[in-house]
Structures are given as C-alpha cells and as structure tokens.
C-alpha cells in the first residue's frame, strides 16, 4: 500500500523530471477531500480534456462546473508540454472503473477488459488532464507526449512501480475513449524506456 506523496514531494518529483511546472493558486491545499479518502495510491491515470486553448482548459481543470465540482485532477499537460498543477488530494478524475482493473494495476499486470464501474478510482490515481479535443484528428505534439511520458515516470520512480501503473481512463471506466490520439500501450513502452534510463 503505497501513501500518496506529500504536495511538496510531488513537485519535487515533477521537477526532477525535467518538465516546467506552473503552480496554479493554492492547489497544494484545493482538493475533494471532504468527499472520501485520499490514498491508498496505485497508479498514475492519464485523461484528455475534450477543449482547446492553454487557458480555459486550466481553468476548467481547476474549478470544474455545476455537475463535476473541481478539482479535476492534479496536472493538466497543455499542448506546450507544461504541467499545470490545478490540485492536490483527491480529485474528480478518475470516478468509479472496474475493481479487477484495480487489482491488475496492483499486482502490475495486463489490464483487463473494463467492464464493471463499482470502485472509487480517484481515491487511488493520480491523475492528469492533457490538452486535446479527443476526436483522434486533433494532434499531440511531441513536447506533450514527452511531458506525459515523464511526469508518469517520475511518480512510478518515486513509488517503485513499472510502466503497468500508468493506465488511461478508458481502461478504468467503461465507455470512456480517453485519452484518445494515441496508445497507452505505446505510452506504457515509452514510461517503460525512460525507467530503464
């Protein structure tokens, strides 16, 4: 069972891995806590945003809307490349996904088919929303994909997981296609390589 990291470690981490990190308000302390637990923490879940614009998608990241309070989730990858931390604790992310899924993640093993939404996901993921429109037309610049890759690997590091911890949410939660434009076994291959580095 691994404790989620504290707010400063986690940007530690993320500035160890040689990404910019913008800090956005108070989101060490802007969280969903009075909600449910925070922790334990198995994995890394990764999401697109389905908006356009570095701006409005942080703000959207940040405070959410009527239905989906925010924060929804902890980094927001823009287009650039530039992790934009929006919250800290839990986080409206990940939602309810398959508990065999879960267990898959635990034990880091291939995922299962997704088929079931009875197990409180954004109490175990760190999760980040990455700029795109999610149509699979919009591109992912390199500098993105880069940024993901490394901000995944810097919290697998930090806990001594394997690339089989970073999952996307439509591996989570059925119905979902996020994130969509690229694989996460493709991604899952690249967190892998930087690890061995």
Aim: hydrophobic share 35%.
């Amino acid at each position: 069972m691994a404790p989620p990291m504290s707010a400063g470690r986690f940007l530690e981490r993320l500035r160890e891995a040689d990404v910019t990190v913008v800090e956005v308000g108070d989101w060490a302390h802007h969280n969903r806590n009075h909600k449910g637990p925070w922790g334990p923490v198995h994995g890394v879940m990764i999401h697109h945003t389905v908006t356009s614009g570095s701006k409005r998608t942080v703000e959207i990241c940040r405070d959410g809307y009527t239905e989906l309070p925010g924060p929804l989730c902890h980094g927001v990858i823009t287009k650039d490349g530039v992790v934009h931390l929006v919250g800290y604790g839990r986080a409206n992310h990940a939602g309810l996904g398959d508990d065999e899924v879960l267990r898959a993640v635990i034990a880091e093993k291939a995922l299962p088919h997704d088929n079931e939404a009875n197990t409180d996901g954004n109490r175990h993921f760190y999760g980040f929303e990455c700029e795109n429109l999610g149509d699979g037309k919009d591109p992912w610049p390199e500098a993105q994909l880069e940024a993901i890759e490394k901000v995944a690997a810097a919290i697998c590091r930090h806990h001594g997981w394997t690339e089989r911890s970073v999952i996307g949410h439509l591996e989570w939660q059925p119905g979902k296609v996020d994130p969509k434009g690229f694989t996460m076994a493709s991604m899952r291959q690249r967190v892998r390589d930087r690890l061995k580095g």
